[in-house]
């Protein structure tokens, strides 16, 4: 009924920039939150940055680096991330809590996406 199609992964030296972008599409009625996740591999999938409504909400480890935002008339969600680390090297996933036309509540997930740091 609704898919998240994200993009923008890839390969990118420390202390790069990415911007990873997420959309989502079909029987939308509103969208609640809107957030991003990560995993990275021998490790527990973790809050990165969230927003709903006005509020935003970081990770500490992202903290001053990564920046949310939202566009509500194209159902999207953005991830701007600097100053790449190592440690960020992980697949990135896009997260909606959506409010269907009916009226029910799902939470979906991407697909992911690798964002690799490396030199």
């Known amino acids: 009924q609704v898919q998240l199609v994200e993009s923008g992964g890839g390969l990118v030296q420390p202390g790069g920039s990415l911007r990873l972008s997420c959309a989502a599409s079909?029987?939308?009625?509103?969208?609640?939150?809107m957030g991003w996740f990560r995993q990275a591999p021998g490790k527990e999938r973790e809050l990165v940055a969230v927003?709903?409504?006005?509020?935003?909400m970081y990770a500490d480890s992202v903290k001053g680096r990564f920046t949310i935002s939202r566009d509500n008339a194209k159902n999207s969600v953005y991830l701007q991330m600097n100053s790449l680390k190592p440690e960020d090297t992980a697949v990135y996933y896009c997260n909606a809590d959506i409010v269907h036309t009916s009226r029910s509540r799902t939470t979906y997930w991407g697909q992911g996406t690798q964002v690799t740091v490396s030199s």
């Open positions: 927003v709903s409504g006005g509020s935003t």
């Open positions: 079909g029987s939308i009625h509103s969208i609640n939150s």
